[in-house]
């Protein structure tokens, strides 16, 4: 577990965007979010985040340090392209806090609180243990949309009317939880105490839902 938790964790991830904007990328193709330039560009800087992620945890389990460290450029090219494009769509596309969604609202706080923690991460890129989690943090950070997509493309897609809004959030919740619920058990497992990143990670993350609901 030690050794392949954030490489199988990055896989899901990847996995799940890819699964989420399939309609996108194979069923729907000329759906017209796929000639937008802002989507095609932001969709493109989302998934080179995602690769680079897998990529990087890929050669941290092979022991290729040099390369992780000089692919990292790419994952800080990645991260500035996410962070740029999704403030752009934010403004050309909401129109008022009251207007939008649970996960629009908490997306408007999330998206400082990703570039904050790969600017930490980058910072702290010779303390692997901090290293590691601030990235995988931050990538959580980024679910909203991606498991928003992907429930949309499974059987919850038919167990929860669309009647139900609070319903589907409330799924949403718990899903995006059990990504932090398995870092915990990550760092109990290989060191029998919770990390700080893991712990205030998931306290933020619990304070911004409680922000986008009571607003």
């Known amino acids: 577990m030690k050794r392949y938790y954030f490489l199988l964790a990055s896989i899901v991830l990847l996995f799940l965007s890819l699964w989420g904007f399939s309609d996108n990328l194979v069923t729907d193709v000329g759906q ?13 800087f989302c998934f080179a985040w995602f690769i ?23 994952g800080m090219v990645a991260a ?6 999704t403030i ?42 901090t290293h590691k989690r601030l990235m995988y943090v931050a ?15 499974s059987i919850l897609d038919t167990l929860i009317p669309v009647t139900a809004p609070i ?14 619920i398995s870092l915990f058990l990550y760092d109990w497992t290989t060191a029998r105490k919770i990390h700080r990143v893991s712990s205030l990670g998931f ?5 911004v839902w409680t922000v986008a609901i009571l607003t």
């Open 32 to 44: 017209k979010s796929n000639s937008d330039p802002k989507f095609i560009i932001h969709g493109l």
């Open 52 to 74: 680079v992620l897998v990529i990087q945890t890929t050669y941290i389990t092979k022991g290729s340090y040099r390369a992780h460290i000089n692919l990292g450029v790419a």
């Open 80 to 85: 500035i392209g996410v962070f740029v494009t």
């Open 88 to 129: 752009y769509i934010f403004i050309v596309i909401y129109d008022g806090w009251h207007k939008m969604e649970y996960t629009a609202r908490c997306n408007r706080f999330l998206l400082p609180s990703f570039a904050l923690l790969v600017w930490l991460g980058y910072r702290n890129r010779k303390t692997a243990e």
């Open 139 to 153: 990538s959580l950070y980024m679910l909203a949309p991606i498991l928003g997509r992907a429930m949309g493309h």
């Open 167 to 180: 319903t589907w959030d409330v799924t949403l919740f718990c899903i995006w939880t059990l990504f932090f």
């Open 203 to 207: 306290v933020w993350f619990l304070l």
